[in-house]
């Protein structure tokens, strides 16, 4: 499955958030947008990724970016996870795994754990950046760098 590449444009989804409404992609797209998928709420890595967009949001938002993180959790578990870290923006249920199929988000350790991968998307809708890499922070400096191309 090749899922979404660098150059396509962004499908048009919706899921629960973590307050149980309907996100629709409709209602953000106009803004650069930084989608990143994780593996696991509550967990070091996913947690330190969590953070890192948190400490960053003020400066995402000045500059008209909406993160958006997306995992197989439950709208229960994100609830949780957003309050304990107090987590700024919108992180979205995939229970279904429906959102990792359409984007084509790998598995990876023999299939076990779900991908990590940020997806930066520009104001038009078009994907500009697709990085994929279990280790979150090499995330961090690749969305900043890439989010102030944009802008």
């Known amino acids: 499955m090749k899922g979404i590449q660098e150059g396509n444009l962004l499908p048009q ?3 629960k958030d973590q307050n149980g409404e309907l996100f629709k992609l409709s209602s953000v797209l106009g803004k650069v947008l930084v989608i ?3 593996p696991k709420d509550d967990t070091p890595g996913c947690t330190k990724q969590a953070c890192f967009f948190r400490d960053q949001y003020e400066e ?14 439950s709208v229960a578990s994100h609830k949780k996870f957003a309050d304990t870290y107090k987590l700024p923006f919108t992180l979205l249920a995939d229970e279904g795994k429906k959102l990792r199929k ?11 754990l779900p991908g990590r991968v940020t997806y930066i ?19 961090f400096p690749k969305v900043i ?6 802008l």
């Not at 998307?121 to 995330?139: L, P, R, T, W, Y």
């Not at 760098?145 to 944009?150: A, D, P």
């Open 13 to 15: 989804f919706e899921a």
């Open 36 to 38: 990143y998928f994780y």
């Open 60 to 73: 995402f938002t000045d500059l008209g970016v909406e993160v958006i993180g997306i995992s197989s959790d």
């Open 102 to 112: 359409l984007f084509g988000v790998p598995t990876n350790l023999l299939g076990l």
């Open 121 to 139: 998307i520009d104001k038009q809708g078009m994907v500009q950046m697709v990085f994929d890499s279990m280790k979150a922070e090499n995330h």
């Open 145 to 150: 760098e890439q989010v102030k191309r944009f």
